[in-house]
Every structure is written in C-alpha cells, then in structure tokens.
C-alpha cells in the first residue's frame, strides 16, 4: 500500500537519526517523520497555489506544537487538550523561522506554513533540534522553492568540555544552552544561553557545533537527490526595474538628505512628502500598481543606507563602532519594589522588579523536564514606542521572544533560592524604540534588579552588532549599536548579552545566507567592548552595586528548613496549623517536599514570629530557650500557655512574678502574649515554664 515509503539512517552526535516519508500526510507539499533516540517529530509544509496579493513580504508561517502525550502527560486545563502554544512553543517556533527564512527567494509571495508536531520525546534527545531537522527535510523534498538545506545542533559546556546534543544529565550541569543552526558553508542561526562563558570558548562551541552540522546537510542532500521533488514555478513579485530606475531618479536626491539626520521623528517627517509627490507622479503612469510603487521607495532608502555603510557613514552620524548617547536612572518610581530607566538614543526602556514569595513561581505544563520558573521576564511593546496607533492585544510572538532573550541574559546571574528566598518577575515597557530595545531591557534589568536589593553575581548590559555585505563578495563590515533603519536595510542583528566576564546570552537574526567564523570573531570583539563601556561608564555609575536591603514595599522573606518528618506536624490536620500561624503573625508560609520553609510578610517582626513558633514545632521546645506565648487556660495553680500551635506548658503560681502572687488572675488573663522560659520537659513530655525566670533573664541582658 505505502511504496513510496523510505527510511534513511544515520549518526548525529553519536546517537542514531532515522527518518521516515512516503507513509503519512500525502496531501502535504512535504512532509517527515524524524526519530531521534526515542524522540519523534513529524514536519508538514504546505504552499499556496497563487501569491497573495497587496502584501510587500513573504507570509510564512511556523508553528511547533507539542503534544502532552508525548511524556505520557494529560493536559491540566479544564478542557484537558492542549489551548495556545506555550511560551517554548513559541520561542522554538522562532527558533526554526529564524534559520529557514532567509533561504526563501526574496520575491515569492506565496503562502508557505510548516507544522513540526510533537509525537513523542527522550529527555535525552531534544525535539526542538529533531523538529529543525525535519522541517529542513519536509523542505528540500517538498516542491516548494528554497535554498536548503540546514541543519540544527545544541551544544553545551559540561566541566569545561564541549558537548554536542547534551544529555538531560549534562544540560544539568552544563554553562552553555546554544543552539546553531547552519548549511553546508555557513551559519544561519545562533541562539544561546550562557553562565559568563568568554567569547574565545563560544566561538570554539559554534565552530565545533557547525562542523557537526555539515554531515547532516550532506544526509539531507543525499535524501533530497533520491526522492525530492521539482520545485514549482512562481509568480515573481520582483519590484520592476523601470519603474524604481524612474523612481530613483526623480527622489534620490530628496530621499539622501531626508534620511541624514539621527532624529527618526525628523526622518519620518522628511520622507512622508516625499513619498506623496512620488505618488503622485507615478501612480497614473503605473496604475494599479501602488504596492509596487512603495516597495521601489523601500528599496531605494535601503540601496542609499546600505551604500552609506559601505562607505563608513551611518545614518546618524556616528562613527563605525560608536554608540549612541546613554543614560541610566534607578528609583524611577515609589513604592514599586525596584525600577530601572535606560536610554540608548531614542531607544528607552523602564525596567520594573517585583519580589514575592517563592510559591509565586509560574508553573509549567510543558514538555521538558521545566515544571517550575522562579524567576519570569515579560516584555512589552506598545504601538505608542514608535509613533503608531494600533490597539494593544497582548504580547505577540516577538514581544515573548525579546522577554526571553533578556530573562536568558540575567539568569546566570541571579541568586540561588537558597541565598534568595524570592520569586522575581521583571517587566520592561518600552518607552521608545528606535533599535536594540531587547538590549535596553537587559541593562534596565540589571538596574531594576540592583535598585531592588537583588544580590546579583554580576552586572549585564547588552549591545547589538550589525552587519553589511557587497554582493557577489566575502567583503563585510560590522558595526556597534545598531539603530532601526540599519537593523531594516542591514544584513544582521547580532545581539549579545554578557557581563565583565563573559558573555550570558546570544540571538542572532540574519537576512543572508549566513555568517562566517570572521564574521562572529568580529561581532564577539566589538560587542565586548561595547558592554563594557555601557557597565562602567553608564550602569555602575547610576548604581554602583546591589542595594544592602529589599526595598521597604517588598515582603521580607525567611527560610528555614525542617525535618521531612515533621512537615505533617507544620501544617496540622486539614491545613489547621499553618492557617493559624499564618493568620496570627500575618505572613504567608509555603513548605516544599524537601522541608524547606519560606515565611514571607511586610513586616519582619512578625516573620520572626512565625519562624520562631515553625521551628518550635519542627524541633520541640528547648530547655533554657525564652517563647513569647498566649495564655489559654487559667486554672488555681498555674496559667497554661501555647508557645506555639499544639505546644502548651504550665507556667506555676510561683513562677509568675518575682512576688508572691495571691490568685492567677491578678497577674494574666486568658488571651494574654506573654514571655516564658522552658526551664523543664519531663519525661511524659510536659512542659514546665517561668515567666518570673525569662523576665529576670531579659532584665540582666538589659543591664549588661
């Protein structure tokens, strides 16, 4: 029934890789089945017959979706079925556009989405990298035209090693998450996650990564000669020649000086009359071509600033590798828990922190072994940050992207849960965007993080490097801190992340067919140099280092930790116990599985208070150890007292005052908080205590 079925073999990172077609899904243009280990993704890539009109891009799509049976999980919604992709969802989505998109011809409109779906998942072999893979396959067998293939790899740092395609147990220990993706001959992708990793060891890690990669572009060559497809013929979209010689002729001129200027409201102002008169000229001589018509306009301001470049000038005036001006602030807000203002040029991002306890973590319902995230970045982009008015409809595709780009960036930086009880959520508003606004909410982090009383490892800043290459040339240059009209109409987006040691986060958006080891040497040295000038000179003289203290708004937060055992004893029957602490001392108190205890309040007092009545129950009274406790009952010897939830002990007539007392009721009422000494436990238990002792104790520590 199946004869077009085939299996193709091979090794990847010294595990196996099969890959399956001809079987399944033959509606689809393309389409794989790709096992890794006991991992298995299937790709389908499907193409319009006809291009859409009125559109001046390409409309692709990408979607991972993972399936929760694949890790023999039932999705915990009400519905019990997968809804909207996760956060990792999307960012693999991303992940796999962002190599694979440069490889389209640049004048195809036709519709082309590709599904990567999740059937199955070894912690040990990442789906993420298999779905790149398959979607590469689905593509060089499809009849969609492309100029494949690629291929992906993660690479990881495990004991100062390189390791390619970690393992669970290595992604454990590893200082590096990165991601490559590559062709034959160059690189097409970089994403990376890393613990203050120098650039001489990251550069080492993608060469290593790539070499790996060209075996399985040759696998994937040599499965796309045995059954791909004849691509198919397309309706060119090509902007015509005529029509943008005419066009250049009549507005260069106007357009160069419009465009020379570093203020964009200027620009935007130069250029819009401009744009009106070309219209008006060419509009009746090419009717019914005015998308045609813009997209000349696009090129012609993208042939003028790329021949700038070339030429050593920038748009603004700067010079190669400088920076645009900088500032940064700190306690930009009251009451707010930390806040952070950094400005690059018109690039302006706030950065707010806010500190809770650690039960806030956001829970995950995901594929991969992540079940928890203490700390979370939110990213926002209104339309108002670049002079537009579109309506806001929650965080797209991008603005996730860009939040997780800097929370990668400040991670390895942050203190462990064990010297910082916190779970910290950071969001960067942007103010105003005129380029690299995902690097202007890594250092507005870091000052919101610092201003917060967060006790970092390190300060990280974070700067773009962009790129321009002649055709038909291996001739580039690069240069530092790109604005948006050189991110627009140049050829990359190298952005990175990093401390005074090393770097800690890495994207790389191309619109080439990808990068050389020259050419990441050379964004490695000016990005370095760029981030330490932005720490020195600007970050640290706004905040020198970490506040001492949490800011006064934030809860203040203790942690101690219990035997296993006595958790049951905590909490009490039907939560009765810590209900009654909790309410009592007005605090917040969350247990893990491991005995970790984490009491959270506004006020600290009362967060010592309830931590003093935890441990007396975890770890039983102690003889000599003073308990501030309420009288529960009155009897004609003695008052009995609760030193803490099921904890009571007899204080005797005798040991109320340092007097004789004639009658308990002269001394203490029912509902009374008074201080006490255990000065014995008998052996059936019972407490024996003294207020008459604990107040003779605190009197002579008063007097020394």
């Known amino acids: ?12 990172a010294g595990r196996e890789l099969m890959v399956e077609t001809g079987k399944t899904c033959e ?44 890790v023999g999980k039932i999705p915990g919604s009400f519905t019990k079925r997968e809804g909207k992709p996760s956060e990792k969802a999307i960012l693999t989505s991303r992940m796999v556009d962002r190599p694979i998109r440069p490889l389209f011809p640049k004048d195809m409109r036709n519709d082309v989405s590709v599904v990567m779906t999740v059937l199955a998942v070894d912690p040990d072999c990442s789906p993420e990298i298999t779905g790149m893979i398959a979607t590469s396959i689905a593509l060089s067998i499809s009849d969609i035209p492309w100029n494949g293939p690629i291929a992906g790899i993660s690479v990881g740092l495990v004991n100062g090693e390189i390791v390619l395609n970690p393992t669970l147990e290595q992604r454990e220990k590893t200082d590096l998450n990165l991601t490559v993706a590559g062709s034959a001959e160059k690189i097409v992708m970089i994403e990376a996650g890393a613990n203050q990793v120098q650039d001489d060891i990251m550069l080492d890690a993608i060469i290593k990564g790539h070499d790996e990669i060209k ?58 009359p401009i744009k009106d008169d070309i219209h008006i000229k060419f509009d009746e001589i090419y009717p019914e071509k005015e998308a045609m018509i813009d997209e000349c306009i696009y090129k012609l301001q993208k042939k003028i600033v790329r021949n700038w470049l070339y030429d050593g000038k920038r748009v603004d005036g700067r010079g190669i590798d400088e920076i645009r001006p900088l500032a940064a602030e700190v306690n930009v807000l009251p009451r707010v828990h930390g806040s952070g203002l950094f400005t690059r040029g018109q690039t302006q991002v706030l950065t707010i922190a806010t500190l809770g306890p650690v039960s806030d973590a956001q829970r995950i319902d995901g594929i991969d ?27 797209g ?75 038909d040339s291996d001739d580039f240059m690069t240069m530092v801190d790109i604005q948006g009209l050189e991110d627009f109409f140049g050829d990359m987006d190298f952005k990175v992340g990093g401390t005074h040691k090393g770097i800690t986060a890495i994207q790389v958006d191309i619109k080439v067919d990808g990068l050389t080891p020259e050419i990441i040497k ?24 970490s506040r001492a203290t949490v800011n006064k708004y934030a809860p203040k937060m203790i942690q101690t930790k219990i035997d296993v055992e006595k958790i049951r004893e ?40 309830a931590l003093a009545i935890v441990q007396t129950i975890a770890n039983g009274p102690k003889v000599g150890e003073i308990y501030k406790g309420k009288v529960v009952r009155l009897m004609t010897f003695g008052a009995f007292v609760e030193i803490a939830p099921g904890k009571d002990g007899l204080v005797h007539i005798s040991k109320l005052e340092k007097n004789r007392v004639e009658k308990v009721e002269d001394v203490v009422s029912i509902g009374d908080e008074i201080l006490v000494k255990v000065v014995e436990i008998d052996k059936q238990g019972r407490i024996n205590l003294s207020r008459k002792d604990a107040l003779a104790d605190l009197e002579a520590k008063n007097n020394q």
């Open 215 to 272: 075996k399985i572009v040759a696998f994937i060559n040599d499965i796309k000669s045995q059954i791909g497809k004849k691509k198919f013929e397309f309706e060119s979209q090509e902007v015509d020649h005529d029509m943008f010689d005419a066009i250049e002729e009549f507005a260069s001129d106007r357009v160069k000086i419009a465009l020379d200027t570093n203020d964009k409201n200027v620009r935007e102002e130069r250029l819009q």
């Open 570 to 609: 905590v909490i009490g029957q039907g939560g009765k116990i810590i209900q009654k602490i909790t309410s009592e001392c007005d605090v917040k108190i969350d247990i893990n599985e491991d005995g970790n205890v984490f009491i959270s309040g506004v006020d600290l007092e009362n967060c010592n208070k």
């Open 397 to 471: 595709r991008r603005e996730i992207g860009h939040g997780a780009l800097a929370e990668r960036a400040l991670e390895p930086v942050l203190p462990s849960v064990e010297e910082f009880p916190y779970a910290i959520r950071l969001v960067s508003e942007v103010l105003s965007s005129n380029g690299s606004t995902s690097q202007g909410s890594i250092c507005g982090s870091t000052l919101a993080l610092m201003d917060a009383g967060v006790p970092i490892k390190a300060p990280v800043a974070g700067i773009s490097c962009g790129l321009i290459t002649k055709p």
């Open 369 to 395: 072994e992540e079940e928890s995230k203490r700390y979370m970045h939110h990213y926002n982009f209104p339309s108002y940050s670049v002079g537009e008015t579109k309506p806001s409809r929650g965080p």
């Open 1 to 12: 029934m199946f004869e077009n079925y085939k299996t193709f073999k091979t090794q990847f």
């Open 522 to 545: 050379e964004a490695f040295e000016k990005t370095r140099k760029a981030r330490l000038y932005i720490l020195d000179e600007i970050m640290l003289k706004a905040i020198p280092e």
């Open 27 to 70: 509606l689809s243009n393309g389409s794989c089945w790709v096992h890794y280990g006991e991992t298995v993704v299937m790709a389908n890539v499907t193409a319009s017959v006809k291009p859409r009109e009125g559109i001046d891009f390409f409309p692709l799509s990408v979607d991972y979706e993972e399936r929760l049976y694949s």
